[in-house]
Antibody, heavy 116, light 110 residues
């Protein structure tokens, strides 16, 4: 079964850091662009970042550039999102997804809450 | 990067058709054929229903169709069924390796 499973969410204070992980299975992870998308409570979807198959290209939404870092380890079939200098407005469910042009596989999401 | 504009809600009776619009600019929707549509049930992850404006992934009913004219893309659900009641989001490539989602539309089956 093709599957993505996120982990690493939690409650963090403003200014803190968190690292999200996304484990892929059932497909050749190294063959696909991967994407992070977030959804604030009661709000719409927001593209956060994506990364090329070999990690050589990475792109970010303006609001997280310089604070978040996307990375991957193809040997471990894993995608990561290192989030630093977190703000209240980063509070959201974070999803990882396969591809960028048609996000055809999604994880179940992991919740990040930034609050004091 | 401004969100694409969708109507907050749309509705129809079972068997009817409903069309959701997604309005952007020439820098996103109008400039590229990378428009996708996602269905999302409350508390669940999104599911891709349409990609590259009008292509349907395997497993998606042919009741779902997509199109684009100028800076506006549209998703049409024909033969509405109870299970189509959900939130729908469009997305588009916005150039310079950026991507943008729509504001979302809640579809209600009356």
């Amino acid at each position: 079964e093709v599957q993505l499973v996120e982990s690493g969410g939690g409650l963090v204070q403003p200014g803190g850091s968190l690292r999200l992980s996304c484990a892929g299975s059932g497909f050749t992870f190294s063959s696909y662009w991967m994407t992070w998308v977030r959804q604030a409570p009661g709000k719409g979807l927001e593209w956060v970042a994506n990364i090329k198959q070999d990690g050589s290209e990475k792109y970010y939404v303006d609001s997280v550039r310089g604070r978040f870092t996307i990375s991957r380890d193809n040997a471990k079939n894993s995608l990561y999102l290192q989030m630093n200098s977190l703000r209240a407005e980063d509070t959201a469910v974070y999803y990882c997804a396969r591809r960028w042009d048609a996000m055809d596989v999604w994880g179940q999401g992991t919740t990040v809450t930034v609050s004091s | 990067q401004s969100a694409l504009t969708q109507p907050p809600s749309a509705s129809g009776s079972p068997g009817q058709s409903v069309t959701i619009s997604c309005t952007g600019t020439s820098s996103d929707v109008g400039g590229y054929n990378y428009v996708s549509w996602y269905q999302q049930y409350p508390g669940k992850a999104p599911r891709v229903m349409i990609y590259e404006v009008s292509k349907r992934p395997s497993g998606v009913p042919d009741r779902f169709s997509g199109s684009k004219s100028g800076n506006t893309a549209s998703l049409t659900v024909s033969g509405l069924q109870a299970e189509d009641e959900a939130d729908y989001f469009c997305s588009s490539y916005a150039g310079s390796n950026k991507f943008v989602f729509g504001t979302g539309t809640k579809v209600t089956v009356l």
